[in-house]
């Protein structure tokens, strides 16, 4: 959760597994749209000495969908190559990194990033620097001033970074994989125990980032920055993923595997929680090999989520009108496959079409929010998820709550839900670095040093 390790394949790979994705309009430049695509989760910060980087065999994309298909209709592809600068020496670092440039750094990582639209490709940038990983106090010293120097303009009011962050996803992973607990409510669960405060399984936890910073007009279909919230140009889907060359090849030669063939798609990820909790387990692999919209295969899963039916058996008499409701969960499938339709919440839409795809579907003519609310839209906050999601909105009570039926009442006002649905939660919150007010938005990543087996640090 979101996405880590959601699939049996791409648990396997994890260079390739795409964890979290957020779109949203930048709020402190609300003429952009920032795009953040996470990979390589549950990084270990003293993880070295060969730390974590992303994948020069990976092709990683951020596509946006604008003409109500559920088709990229604009990709921005990140393709990397790392180098070795000492090949005497085993060290990552042989002495202190002050700067994207320095010797010292033994395996600097460079990409290109390019844009791609109605089949037309057009090079942005060669041979950025992405940063190091924040090894230590010594070997990367003032780590936040390191990193924000990878931060590169590639055009006027357009940047983009890629590099290592603090996760910033939050969830109790070690309480709902055990049979659904949420420890707040765990003395209602049908093996009860005592409540108690949720434990963010994310923390110290460390990921990859790709992030783009764009003009809103960039990824419009029409070219223009759209003010009326109820225009359906309005709206994109945004989805990210990695693919892999349909071949590998083991070269005794030279030790590592060579690719071959065309690039096939091995992960994707739009709306979080959707491959790790709605599909299951035998179509994971095959969900995240197709493209969005091809999604109404997987319709049924959202329909009729197995979530929603475990929850009145693991809390017994705690849902019931939950239980005895069974129509089709028309609610889930606006949100997560459709997106919105005006005249569901009064003043707002984020609906690309009857073509069913996951995605994460923002408005842009919704400006960002004076005072956010991470539950987002559901708490009156239209800047938040599921219009698009941003780095601190609390998308794990958003989606608990809208499966126990708090949304049921937007396409059947006759339903009542059950009193728990407007109060179930997993008790947690952001325990790593704090989020950052501009961009990339992701908090610095926990140090190797500063860590602790078993107690990682937050920053």
């Known amino acids: 959760m979101s996405s880590h390790r959601e699939a049996p394949e791409i648990s396997k790979d ?124 010594r070997s990367t010293p003032n780590y936040a001033k390191l990193a924000r120097s990878a931060i590169h303009t590639i055009g006027r009011n357009r940047q983009v970074f890629a590099g290592q962050r603090a996760d910033g996803f939050f969830a109790d992973l070690g309480s709902i994989f055990d049979l659904g607990t949420l420890r707040p409510f765990q003395m209602a669960h049908l093996i009860p125990s005592a409540a108690a405060m949720g434990v ?22 029409d070219g223009k920055t759209p003010k009326d919230v109820l225009d359906p140009k309005s709206v994109i889907g945004v989805y990210a993923s990695a693919s892999r060359q349909e071949s590998r090849i083991l070269d005794d030669l030279g030790g590592a595997p060579i690719w071959h063939g065309p690039f096939r798609q091995v992960s994707r990820l739009g709306n979080p929680l959707f491959n790790e909790v709605i599909v299951p387990m035998a179509e994971k692999d095959r969900w995240n090999s197709r493209a969005p919209k091809d999604d109404k295969a997987f319709a049924q899963y959202v329909t009729k989520p197995e979530l929603a039916g475990l929850l009145p058996v693991l809390y017994p008499g705690v ?18 496959l459709t997106g919105i339709p005006k005249g569901v919440v009064p003043g707002f839409q984020n609906f690309t079409g009857t073509v069913q795809a996951d995605m994460l579907r923002l408005n ?17 906050d239209a800047a938040g998820f599921p219009n698009g999601r941003r780095v601190f909105d609390d998308v794990v009570t958003v989606e608990l709550r809208a499966i126990a039926g708090l949304t049921i009442p937007l396409v059947d006002p006759g339903f009542k839900p059950d009193d728990a649905a407007g109060a179930i939660k997993d008790g947690t919150s952001n325990t790593n670095s704090d989020y950052l007010n501009w961009f990339p938005y992701l908090g610095t990543p926990a140090g190797g040093y500063s860590s602790k087996p078993g107690l990682p640090a937050v920053s």
């Not at 000492?86 to 060290?91: E, M």
């Not at 849902?319 to 997560?336: E, G, N, T, V, W």
């Not at 842009?364 to 009156?380: E, I, Q, T």
């Open 200 to 221: 963010n399984g994310l923390q110290g936890s460390n990921v990859h980032t790709i992030a783009l910073q764009v003009p809103i007009s960039d990824l419009t279909r």
């Open 14 to 137: 994890p260079v390739a597994d795409n964890t979290d994705v957020y779109a949203f309009v930048s709020p402190d430049k609300p003429d952009t749209v920032t795009i953040i695509a996470n990979f390589i989760p549950f990084q270990l910060p003293y993880g070295g000495p060969n730390f974590y980087e992303f994948g020069d065999d990976v092709l990683y994309q951020l596509h946006i969908s604008n003409s109500g298909t559920g088709r990229a209709d604009i990709s921005y592809q990140f393709r990397f190559q790392a180098k070795i600068r000492n090949k005497k020496t085993f060290l990552y670092n042989t002495g202190p990194i002050t700067s994207l440039t320095d010797p010292n750094w033994n395996r600097p990582q460079f990409y290109s990033v390019t844009r791609v639209e109605n089949g037309q490709a057009r090079i942005l940038a060669r041979d950025l620097a992405a940063p190091p990983v924040n090894v230590g106090v």
């Open 319 to 336: 849902f019931p009108r939950l239980a005895a409701y069974k129509k089709a969960r028309a609610d889930l499938a606006a949100i997560l």
């Open 364 to 380: 842009v003519a919704v400006p960002p929010a004076k005072k956010p609310n991470p539950l987002g839209l559901v708490a009156g």
